[in-house]
Antibody, heavy 120, light 110 residues
C-alpha cells in the first residue's frame, strides 16, 4: 500500500524558512516523479512543484519560483520542499503527491498534508 | 498559469445526475489528454477519481464519468449518493511539466 507522510510544517514568521519532508513507502520511490500541491485555508488546490525520478529536473508555479526548492533523496525514499522568503499568502496545507504513471500528468496517491502558517 | 474555471457549487437529489464543468484554454484542457478529477471530503486529502479525461481508476464507482468538449472538461456523477457530497477539483497539464487546478466545486446532495 502506498503511503506518503508529510512533516515539517509549523508557524514561521514572514521572511522565514521551513523545510517540508514527505516519507514514501509501498512503492519504488525512485521510479516516480513527485509533486507538491498546497491548499490555503478554505481555498482550492494549487499545484506548487514537481521533481523527476532522478531529482535532476524540476518545475515550479510562478508564485513560488525563486523562493521554493524541491528535491529528493531516493536512498531515503524522501521528498523535500525548502520554503524560503515566506509570505502570509504561503499559509496552506502542503500535500505531497505521487505521479500516476510515466508520461502521465495525474496524482494517484496523496499524503495527509502538513500545515504551514506564516504569521508574525 | 491561470486557474481553470469551475462552478462554485452544484446540487442534486439522491439518484439524480449532476455535471461539473471545468473550463480552460487551448493551451491546457483543449491541448492535452491529461485532465484529471479529484474528490475531497472536509479535512481529508484529495482522492483520485478520473484521469486522462475519461479513464476511471479501479475502485472508483462507475457512476463517475469524465468527458471533454473543446476547452471544457466535465465530470458527471450519475445516481447521486449521500457520500458523493464533497468538493471536486479538475486538473490539467499545461505544458512544460506545469499543472493547473480548477477552483473547486462543492457538490451538495439535497
Amino acid at each position: 500500500e502506498v503511503q506518503l507522510v508529510e512533516s515539517g510544517g509549523g508557524l514561521v514568521q514572514p521572511g522565514g524558512s521551513l523545510r517540508l519532508s514527505c516519507a514514501a513507502s509501498g512503492f519504488t520511490f525512485s521510479s516516480y516523479w513527485m509533486h507538491w500541491v498546497r491548499q490555503a485555508p478554505g481555498k482550492g488546490l494549487v499545484w506548487v512543484s514537481r521533481v523527476d525520478s532522478d531529482g535532476i529536473t524540476t518545475s515550479y508555479a510562478d508564485s513560488v519560483k525563486g523562493r521554493f526548492t524541491i528535491s529528493r533523496d531516493n536512498a531515503k525514499n524522501t521528498l523535500y520542499l525548502q520554503l524560503n522568503s515566506l509570505r502570509a499568502e504561503d499559509t496552506a496545507v502542503y500535500y505531497c503527491a505521487k505521479r500516476g504513471a510515466p508520461n502521465e500528468y495525474y496524482f494517484d496517491s496523496w499524503g495527509q498534508g502538513t500545515l504551514v502558517t506564516v504569521s508574525s | 498559469q491561470s486557474a481553470l474555471t469551475q462552478p462554485r457549487s452544484v446540487s442534486g437529489s439522491p439518484g439524480q445526475s449532476v455535471t461539473i464543468s471545468c473550463t480552460g484554454t487551448s493551451s491546457d484542457v483543449g491541448a492535452y489528454n491529461s485532465v484529471s478529477w479529484y474528490q475531497q471530503h472536509p479535512g481529508k486529502a484529495p482522492k483520485f477519481m478520473i484521469y486522462d479525461v475519461t479513464k476511471r481508476p479501479s475502485g472508483v464507482p462507475d457512476r463517475f464519468s469524465g468527458s471533454r468538449s473543446g476547452n471544457t472538461a466535465s465530470l458527471t456523477i450519475s445516481g447521486l449518493q449521500a457520500e458523493d457530497e464533497a468538493d471536486y477539483y479538475c486538473c490539467s497539464y499545461a505544458g512544460s511539466h506545469i499543472l493547473v487546478f480548477g477552483g473547486g466545486t462543492k457538490v451538495t446532495v439535497l
